[in-house]
């Protein structure tokens, strides 16, 4: 959904040297000029005697006749000395602009064009403030249950709104559960600075150091991507899947083994580049200690969560077709229950526990059935005698994420 109308934001601002580069008052060579905004072509064919006033008006023409960019292009200078200068201003106001990669020869192969005879000065996307409040969001989605949320924003008032918002949403009154994906642009610094400011188990925060692909669009492929093999199986690893339409860091700017690992201790998700293809290494929330700030794993890694909530909505669809809907009685288990009464007891919600839990292990979702079934408590509540109360203790399965191996060899 879309927000911010009428916010006062300032939009972020950038701006590319044309006549600076030039070997000569006017292009010298043919060429073609490869430039990206945010990970899309922006090429620009460059004639002989263009001039830099020229060359930048043929630049902005092209951005502007792309209405998906996220930036608009003007030219400012008129004398020859002073033209060619490209001003950039990012279509929507907030932070997000600052993030507007704008780079050229990203390619194998892509080099500057002969008539430069050094490389364009690109100004980088900054200036942009005040995003806006996701706080708005919730009225609207308030009665809609939505299993994951995409958002593309990581100052801390937003990160706090979303938090707070599924924190609530996980409640038992409430039971509207659902889970949380954004990106960010950093180093390894700056992102363990973030993860390290967050502490919530419904939000996964993945980092990429300078990659053309904007932070926003990095969150809707990381997010569309693990949604879509969650709900298909939410106690299955992600890693290895590749985040589409994703253009990877040049290799001088990805995260080493040991810059990932410590991302990981820092809440923060993690990917590797396979042959040019972005993939998810390590897909965990934010979660790293509890109330009390002791380290704590309980919730790090974003199975968990969206094998509880699968097991929830099983067991609420579960108990509510079989006990709430055909509106049973309830009674102790000492009750003898006749045929056709519609008489629940202790027992027989156990019973039809078992049998649910039994099919969870069957589809892997849980383990260990037998000590499920010892530990399972369900018992009459002794003040409301309309109320059963049930322990559950499942065993969750795990992922097979690390393979061991020791060679003891002999020559």
């Not at 990669?101 to 002969?114: A, F, I, K, L, M």
């Not at 925060?205 to 949604?227: D, F, K, L």
């Not at 009464?341 to 156990?350: E, R």
Request: net charge negative.
């Amino acid at each position: 959904m879309a927000i911010g109308s009428g916010i006062a934001g300032t939009a972020a601002s950038g701006a590319i040297d044309f006549s600076a580069a030039l070997s000569a008052t006017t292009a010298s060579a043919a060429g073609t000029y490869y430039l990206l905004v945010n990970g899309v072509k922006v090429n620009f064919d460059i004639t002989i005697g263009m001039s830099g006033m020229a060359i930048a008006s043929g630049v902005a023409s092209t951005i502007n006749g792309n209405s998906l960019l996220p930036i608009t292009a003007s030219v400012s200078g008129v004398a020859a000395a002073s033209g060619g200068h490209l001003a950039l201003v990012a279509v929507n106001s907030g932070t997000m602009g600052n993030y507007i990669d704008v780079r050229h020869d990203y390619y194998t192969g892509e080099s500057q064009p002969y008539a430069f005879s050094t490389s364009t000065n690109i100004s980088v996307m900054a200036g942009g403030a005040t995003d806006p409040d996701l706080g708005d969001v919730w009225a609207v989605i308030d009665n809609t249950t939505y299993n994951y949320i995409i958002q593309p924003y990581i100052d801390a008032a937003n990160l706090t709104e979303i938090e707070d918002e599924l924190t609530s949403r996980f409640t038992a009154l409430v039971d509207r559960q659902g889970h949380g994906f954004t990106a960010v642009r950093a180093t390894q610094a700056s992102a363990t600075t973030l993860g390290n400011s967050r502490n919530n188990p419904h939000n996964c925060i993945m980092a990429a150091n300078n990659s053309p692909t904007g932070p926003e669009e990095w969150a809707a492929a990381y997010g569309a991507i693990a949604a879509a093999n969650l709900n298909n199986d939410p106690a299955r690893p992600l890693h290895g899947l590749k985040l589409t339409g994703i253009l990877a860091p040049p290799d001088a700017s990805l995260f080493s083994r040991a810059e990932r690992d410590t991302l990981l201790y820092d809440g923060i998700a993690t990917h590797t580049v396979n042959v040019g293809a972005v993939q998810i290494e390590r897909s965990i929330t934010t979660y790293q200690s509890n109330s009390l700030g002791i380290a704590d794993v309980s919730y790090l890694d974003v199975q968990t969560l969206a094998t509880l909530s699968e097991i929830r909505y099983q067991y609420k669809l579960r108990m509510s077709n079989r006990f709430i809907v055909p509106r049973f009685k309830l009674a102790d288990d000492t009750f003898t229950v006749s045929p056709g009464s519609y008489v629940a007891t202790p027992s027989t919600v156990a019973a039809e526990i078992l049998a649910l839990f039994n099919q969870l292990q069957e589809i892997g979702l849980i383990e260990n059935f037998d000590d499920f079934k010892a530990n399972l408590v369900v018992e009459r509540d002794a003040a409301d005698r309309n109320r059963v109360n049930v322990l559950l203790p499942p065993d969750l399965i795990n992922q097979f994420r690390i393979l061991a191996g020791l060679i003891q060899f002999i020559l």
